[in-house]
């Protein structure tokens, strides 16, 4: 079965502090998409990962993609109130249109 | 233009209602997706045409039925639904990855319809 697992499920950090989300894939994709969700609203792209060995970085968000492992990371530097929402990342097989999400991973950042 | 629009952001119906769901993009996406949503829950994929034509059903029941009548638009008629059915339904599009050009896959979705089912 085709499954992407994020962890952890919750996260609840101070401001100021870093922190990494891991998303594991199980497919042979050389491709991983990161996506962000406020509450009540829709997805939000963030990063698109197209080969291994990918770094993406926009303000306090890093991201990166080892597809030997098959794993992505997204790391918080530095966490704002602002960054608390819900991240999903998501697979993808070229050649299918078949996104695979992961469980996503709630973050709360405290003030 | 990098926006999806969907209307209408919220709908309430009764089980014997007929309504329609609407997604628009201008991006020149050949691929269009709708996906369904309950809360603390990840996307769920209902439908993707390609290049107009129905690619993908995941198997949906038929009180949804999917229409692309142009590259740009996507509608989801509904009919007779039940309260479970009750979520966010996302519109989505991408580039396809039988088009010509960089093919990222990146998908763009829309602000979403909240739906309620009486």
């Known amino acids: 079965e085709l499954k992407v697992e994020q962890n952890p499920l919750f996260l609840s950090m101070q401001e100021g502090k870093n922190y990494t989300i891991y998303c594991n894939y199980s497919?042979?994709?050389?491709?991983l998409y990161w996506y962000r969700q406020d509450p009540g609203k829709s997805l939000e792209s963030l990063f698109v990962?197209?080969?291994?060995?990918a770094v993406k970085q926009e303000g306090r968000l890093m991201a990166s993609l080892d597809t030997k492992a098959r794993l992505s990371t997204l790391h918080i530097t530095a966490a704002v109130h602002d960054l608390s929402a819900t991240y999903f990342c998501?697979?993808?097989?070229?050649?299918?249109?078949?996104?695979?999400f992961g469980t996503g991973t709630r973050l709360k950042v405290l003030a | 233009d990098t926006e999806v629009t969907q209307t209408p952001k919220h709908l309430v119906m009764g089980m014997t209602n007929k309504k329609s769901l609407k997604c628009e993009q201008h991006?020149?996406?050949?691929?269009m997706y709708w996906y369904k949503q309950k809360a603390k829950k990840p996307p769920e994929l209902m439908f993707v045409y390609s290049y107009e034509k129905l690619s993908i059903n995941e198997s949906v029941p038929s009180r949804f039925s999917p229409e692309c009548p142009n590259s740009s638009l996507l509608n989801l008629h509904l009919h007779a639904l039940q309260p479970e059915d009750s979520a966010l339904y996302l519109c989505a599009s991408s580039q396809d990855w039988l088009q010509q050009g960089s093919y990222t896959g990146e998908l763009f979705f829309g602000e979403g319809s909240r739906l309620t089912v009486l």
């Open positions: 991006m020149g996406h050949r691929a």
């Open positions: 990962l197209l080969s291994n060995g």
């Open positions: 998501a697979d993808l097989r070229v050649g299918t249109y078949k996104y695979i």
């Open positions: 497919t042979t994709s050389d491709r």
